[in-house]
């Protein structure tokens, strides 16, 4: 943490002469959404740096989903039996046409001249896992593998990803020229202006507004 503190600073960094400094280099003339020169212009952030318990509890979910995937296929290597699946799909709802000789897979619809041949489980085998993991204890195994085999690497990633959030976030890396109408909008509405048509406003996620989706269709 010595080098997310360095970088971070204590108090608030942007009541700070450097801050202050920073901002004025990097503000521009007008507003990149809009074009209104009005003032007061402010710099915007489009991405703010994680807190240390969000990236921790990302790198978590990546961990257990690796770990609980290892952990499935070692517990289920004796119910899986080799199967024919479309492979487009992969699903196991797959037949051959009698009149043609084709392979139909009825999930997705496609046509096969042969299918993928894979081990896999099917719908009974699925079940019976289930309830060996409720009635055998493998859910609990399941956890308190994963526990025990966590290290302090995770740790020491999180903070790494926090020192290179912070050190963009101090940077401006993903900051514009905004005006204040247009940064209120952003931060209290979560709406964004429409940069085909520059007139109606849309949610931050969305490409264009309705109106000009509606024009591309």
């Given at each position: 943490?010595?080098?997310?503190?360095?970088?971070?600073?204590?108090?608030?960094?942007?009541?700070g002469?450097?801050?202050?400094?920073?901002?004025?280099?990097?503000?521009?003339?007008t507003?990149?959404?809009?074009?209104?020169?009005?003032?007061?212009?402010?710099?915007?952030?489009?991405?703010?740096?994680?807190?240390?318990?969000?990236?921790?509890?990302?790198?978590?979910?990546?961990?257990?989903?690796?770990?609980?995937?290892?952990?499935d296929?070692?517990?289920?290597?004796?119910?899986?039996?080799?199967?024919?699946?479309?492979?487009?799909?992969?699903?196991?709802?797959?037949?051959?046409?009698?009149?043609?000789?084709?392979?139909?897979?009825?999930?997705?619809?496609?046509k096969?001249?042969?299918?993928?041949?894979?081990?896999?489980?099917?719908?009974?085998?699925?079940?019976?896992?289930?309830?060996?993991?409720?009635?055998?204890?493998?859910?609990?195994?399941?956890?308190?593998?994963?526990?025990?085999?966590?290290?302090?690497?995770?740790?020491?990633?999180?903070?790494l990803?926090?020192?290179?959030?912070?050190?963009?976030?101090?940077?401006?890396?993903?900051?514009?020229?905004?005006?204040?109408?247009?940064?209120?909008?952003?931060?209290?509405?979560?709406?964004r202006?429409?940069?085909?048509?520059?007139?109606?406003?849309?949610?931050?996620?969305?490409?264009?507004?309705?109106?000009?989706?509606?024009?591309?269709?």
């Amino acid at each position: 943490m010595a080098e997310y503190q360095s970088i971070r600073g204590s108090g608030l960094s942007w009541k700070g002469t450097e801050w202050k400094l920073r901002r004025e280099r990097f503000l521009g003339s007008t507003c990149v959404q809009c074009g209104s020169n009005a003032p007061p212009l402010v710099v915007q952030h489009l991405k703010h740096p994680r807190s240390f318990g969000q990236i921790v509890r990302e790198l978590l979910r990546k961990e257990w989903q690796s770990h609980k995937t290892r952990f499935d296929d070692e517990h289920t290597s004796h119910l899986k039996e080799e199967r024919a699946t479309c492979p487009l799909c992969t699903s196991l709802n797959i037949k051959r046409l009698k009149e043609s000789g084709v392979w139909s897979c009825y999930k997705c619809g496609e046509k096969s001249g042969s299918p993928t041949y894979r081990r896999v489980m099917t719908p009974t085998a699925r079940s019976e896992y289930s309830r060996m993991k409720r009635d055998g204890g493998l859910k609990e195994l399941r956890w308190e593998q994963f526990k025990s085999a966590l290290t302090d690497d995770q740790g020491t990633a999180a903070v790494l990803r926090l020192v290179r959030e912070t050190r963009e976030y101090l940077q401006f890396k993903y900051a514009v020229t905004f005006c204040k109408r247009c940064a209120f909008v952003w931060d209290k509405k979560g709406l964004r202006l429409c940069q085909a048509c520059r007139t109606h406003w849309h949610i931050l996620l969305e490409p264009s507004c309705k109106q000009c989706l509606a024009k591309q269709l």
